[in-house]
């Protein structure tokens, strides 16, 4: 059964970093896109951070850039999502989404994902 499990995910002070593992069982994460999205309290699901099934290609959202990073390691089946410089508007359950690929497609939509993991809060507060 392909599963997805996400894991890192804590309460942080502002300006820290956590880092995210997204962890893939039942199926071979390197044919498959991943795309790492958040939702908050009352708002709706955006993305976060994409990487193609090759990790070739990488996309942030623009909120994120320059602070989070994404990487895979194929062979340990898992992606990471790193969150460095961590602001209050961070703060949201993060979830990782799996579509297969064979390819540098990167697919940005949440709508295109059809695995997704439970999730893991992140909390950044004071």
Same mark, same amino acid.
């Given at each position: 059964?392909?599963? #997805?499990?996400?894991?890192?995910?804590?309460?942080?002070?502002?300006?820290?970093? #956590? @880092?995210?593992?997204?962890?893939?069982?039942?199926?071979?994460?390197?044919?498959?896109?991943?795309?790492?999205?958040?939702?908050?309290?009352?708002?709706? @699901?955006?993305?976060?951070?994409?990487?193609?099934? @090759?990790?070739?290609?990488?996309?942030?959202?623009?909120?994120?850039?320059?602070?989070? !990073?994404?990487? @895979?390691?194929?062979?340990?089946?898992?992606? $990471?999502?790193?969150?460095?410089?961590?602001?209050?508007?961070?703060?949201?359950?993060? $979830?990782?989404?799996?579509?297969?690929?064979?390819?540098?497609?990167?697919?940005?939509?949440?709508?295109?994902?059809?695995?997704?993991?439970?999730?893991?809060?992140? !909390?950044?507060?004071?």
């Amino acid at each position: 059964q392909l599963q #997805l499990v996400e894991s890192g995910g804590g309460l942080v002070q502002p300006g820290g970093s #956590l @880092r995210l593992s997204c962890a893939a069982s039942g199926f071979n994460l390197q044919a498959y896109a991943i795309g790492w999205f958040r939702q908050a309290p009352g708002k709706e @699901r955006e993305g976060v951070s994409w990487i193609s099934s @090759r990790g070739e290609s990488t996309d942030y959202a623009y909120s994120v850039r320059g602070r989070f !990073t994404i990487s @895979r390691d194929n062979a340990g089946n898992t992606v $990471y999502l790193q969150m460095n410089s961590l602001k209050p508007e961070d703060t949201a359950v993060y $979830y990782c989404a799996a579509v297969a690929s064979n390819s540098d497609y990167i697919f940005w939509g949440p709508g295109e994902y059809p695995y997704w993991g439970q999730g893991t809060q992140v !909390t950044v507060s004071s």
